[in-house]
């Protein structure tokens, strides 16, 4: 993450015009360098020009004000988000990122798995994560509130998918195997928690074997003729589009409903406090471009398929048919925090380990944004 600098007036009029005429690209998997030979050649040009202060001045005062905000208030993000839902909803972002068409530049890293970004997200290295809602507790409380929740990104997308079993109710779980991915993230705790509110104990009346990846659940079902599983859009329709006798049997979320007031909450956007307060309009800035990506997500679906295939979270085909069902969202402000406190409540009740030992305060969130 950079602060683009005004090293002269002068030099700001030469970057401006340098950043407008290059295109700015960035990998999904890696994060991309920063180029800085157009600063340090606008630098150059400033040291090197022979108009006098009274020569230049008085044309260039207001432009100059005007440059000056824009570039102060341009950053460049390091963003790790998972392989799903979560992503989905970012693509236009980062579309139009690698454009040169954003206010900031973001850098997004894509991850299987919720243990890849700890990493980052500990070491300050990454500068906004998406991650699942009871990671983003973890994380607070294993950084001493150096991280914030400023958005959830997508509701309940977890299904139970069968092959052949007969399932049209959680008590019909009862003595049986069932798949599942995300041990120690949100299908774990949401899963245990809804077969809990049915009388269900997880591992005793219910077998629950774990796979490291939503995709492994998906081939595992697939490949059976006789199986369980809970598997998170868009890895059902992947599923479904591979064996035509999968069919959903159970939503989780509507189970949730059932037994809860809060809803269910699959993913949330964290940021380090410190790039919230370095600068706060970049940050609002970059809140707004991704609710803008949202909306275009949700009702663009053909196009957004497309830019959800060319960054190879799933297949163009696949996410057509899955998006519907995937509850992409940008939650934010006070609605946020009472989704997320009320959430964060409930895993704690069922087990305090599920949100790092203990609840997290209300600096556990940021809410005041500035949005156009």
Do not use: H
Not at 100 to 111: D, R
Request: glycine letters at 6%.
């Amino acid at each position: 993450m950079k602060i683009r600098k005004l090293a002269a007036l002068s030099a700001a009029l030469v970057l401006l015009t340098a950043c407008g005429s290059s295109a700015s690209t960035s990998d999904t998997q890696e994060s991309a360098p920063s180029d800085t030979s157009a600063v340090s050649e606008s630098v150059t040009a400033a040291e090197s020009s022979e108009l006098s202060e009274s020569e230049a001045a008085p044309e260039t005062e207001e432009t100059d004000t005007e440059t000056t905000a824009i570039l102060t208030n341009s950053m460049e993000y390091n963003i790790s988000s998972l392989k799903g839902p979560t992503t989905m909803g970012m693509v236009k972002l980062m579309s139009d990122s690698e454009k040169g068409e954003t206010i900031n530049k973001y850098n997004v890293s894509i991850y299987a798995t919720a243990d890849e970004i700890v990493a980052g997200v500990v070491s300050g290295n990454t500068d906004i994560a998406n991650v699942p809602a009871n990671l983003a507790a973890v994380l607070y409380n294993k950084t001493e509130g150096n991280i914030k929740t400023a958005a959830v990104n997508t509701l309940g997308v977890l299904y139970v998918v069968t092959s052949g079993e007969e399932i049209t109710s959680v008590a019909d779980l009862k003595g049986k195997t069932v798949y599942s991915t995300g041990k120690g993230t949100t299908p774990e705790y949401v899963l245990n928690y809804i077969l809990r509110a049915n009388g269900l104990e997880p591992q005793t009346d219910v077998t629950i074997e774990y796979k490291s990846e939503a995709s492994e659940c998906a081939a595992v079902m697939a490949e059976s003729e006789n199986a369980i599983a809970v598997l998170p859009q868009p890895y059902v329709t992947a599923a479904q589009l591979q064996n035509e006798k999968i069919k959903i049997a159970l939503s989780l979320t509507d189970e949730w409903d059932k037994v809860s007031e809060t809803p269910l909450i699959t993913g949330v956007t964290i940021a380090q406090k410190s790039v919230i307060e370095e600068n706060e309009v970049a940050f609002a800035d970059f809140i707004g471009e991704y609710q803008a990506s949202v909306d275009f997500v949700n009702e663009n679906t053909d196009e957004a398929a497309e830019l959800i295939g060319n960054y190879d979270i799933v297949k163009a085909p696949v996410a057509k048919k899955a998006l519907p069902y995937c509850n992409i969202t940008l939650l934010r402000g006070e609605d946020m925090r009472s989704a997320v406190t009320g959430y964060w409540n409930i895993l704690f009740d069922a087990d305090p380990k599920s949100v790092g030992g203990k609840l997290p305060d209300d600096n556990a969130f940021y809410t005041e944004m500035i949005y156009e």
